[in-house]
């Protein structure tokens, strides 16, 4: 699978990379061709007889007909992609549009050229061959360079027609311009070559990192891990949110591991944490830790959406109803059933990376969390199963546009640390 997704995610990184050269490649075109048909209607359009023979229409009509194809092709690509047979059209182009642009040298000998073995204008194609490295295929920048060499000898076939002479330097002109065109080759299959392993890299380390946040999203919570990511480090400095705790115990599982086999015990309390935890992520709340049987979590730790308290006293509703219909289950198979306690408080905790000697934990202490934790362990002296704190059924009702989960008053319990009893509720009928 991993290999799978190794090839799926370099081939995007590589289509991505070769979509937005030939996205620039193409606007090029467009920029230096409408450049060159504007010099041309301003030198050759407008004269009075300009239009004396095919020549004007032919020039101006095939720069128009590359600027067309060149807005067709841009919008081929957003639809389909950098497709080999687009990118080897779209590098055909490229020439096309040289010779086009060279067109009025060749073709106005009175004009008074000399040749274009004595004009800078052919250098033009070097532009064409290198700009094909944009591809990030080395295959385009050979196919470039043959292209431009037969773009070349036609040109110079119309000059030779023409009966344009060089001069006395025109073997070592050519000679100047072949290893112009050979250089330009070499340096195109060369910057290709290593953008598409650059490209190749970018891939292979978006897997690695995709990979690396799946593996690390079993031992730590995903939400830490894309807030690490994005973050480049978690600060040890605290900070104060006011987040929502909910802690879930499994009751009597001491006794469960009395006279059974270890992976009876495992699989028994993962097919419980299993149905707590899917609750919980559902609700987008962070598991923050596993004491023993017992689970730790946190709305609003990582990134606050003003309705922790909501999504906490859903997630105490969801796990009750979870549970009976996984104890009837359990029930079925003759097996005992697996009962808890939930404890809920809202407030202010102090969040941040703390530990020491290397390990460290992104947790939030304080007395929401002492709270919490009491008031699950409340629930072993209560009928109730659930217990949550007036301050979080209050900032629920506050904050909740949604119809919550029904609760009633509990009798007021005492708190190991507070002096006097608590007002708390429950869940209805539970």
Avoid at 49 to 61: H, I, K, Q, S, Y
Wanted: a negative charge; proline letters at 3%.
């Amino acid at each position: 699978m991993k290999d799978r997704n190794e090839i799926t995610a370099v081939s995007d990184a590589i289509r991505k990379a070769a979509a937005r050269g030939e996205h620039l490649a193409g606007w090029i075109r467009i920029v230096i061709v409408t450049l060159a048909l504007m010099q041309f209607l301003w030198f050759h359009g407008f004269k009075e007889d300009a239009f004396e023979g095919p020549r004007v229409p032919l020039v101006t009509g095939s720069l128009v007909v590359i600027l067309v194809l060149s807005t067709i092709l841009l919008k081929r690509l957003s639809r389909v992609g950098p497709t080999r047979s687009l990118l080897t059209l779209s590098v055909a182009i490229d020439c096309i549009a040289v010779v086009s642009v060279l067109w009025p040298t060749a073709m106005w000998p009175e004009a008074g050229y000399d040749g274009l073995l004595n004009l800078p204008n052919l250098s033009f194609f070097v532009v064409a061959i290198f700009v094909s490295a944009f591809r990030l295929d080395p295959r385009l920048t050979v196919a470039s360079f043959v292209f431009s060499g037969v773009g070349i000898v036609y040109l110079l076939y119309l000059d030779h027609r023409a009966g344009l002479e060089w001069g006395s330097r025109a073997e070592q002109e050519l000679v100047v311009l072949i290893i112009l065109l050979v250089g330009s080759a070499l340096l195109a299959f060369a910057a290709a070559f290593r953008s598409l392993e650059l490209a190749r890299d970018a891939g292979k380390a978006a897997v690695e990192q995709a990979h690396a946040r799946r593996q690390l999203g079993v031992y730590v919570p995903e939400e830490v891990v894309e807030l690490a990511l994005q973050t480049g480090a978690l600060g040890l400095d605290g900070e104060q949110k006011s987040v929502a705790v909910l802690f879930v115990d499994l009751r009597n599982f001491t006794e469960m591991c009395v006279d059974r086999q270890a992976d009876e015990v495992v699989e028994d309390l993962n097919a419980w944490l299993h149905e707590v935890v899917e609750v919980i992520q559902e609700e987008k709340g962070t598991v923050d830790k596993y004491i023993g049987d017992c689970v730790m979590a946190v709305f609003g730790m990582v990134e606050e959406e003003g309705n922790e308290a909501s999504r906490a006293l859903r997630s105490a509703a969801r796990i009750a109803a979870r549970m009976k219909t996984f104890n009837a289950q359990r029930d079925a198979r003759n097996e005992d059933p697996m009962r808890y306690g939930v404890g809920l408080h809202y407030g202010l905790g102090i969040v941040g990376s703390m530990g020491g000697a290397g390990r460290l934990q992104y947790t939030v202490i304080g007395d929401v969390v002492n709270r919490a934790s009491r008031l699950e362990e409340a629930t072993k002296h209560s009928e109730a199963s659930v217990l949550l704190s007036q301050e979080l059924y209050q900032r629920a009702v506050a904050e909740s546009g949604e119809e919550l989960p029904a609760v009633e008053a509990h009798a007021p319990v005492r708190l190991k640390g507070i002096p006097e009893p608590v007002e708390v509720m429950t869940l209805s009928g539970r």
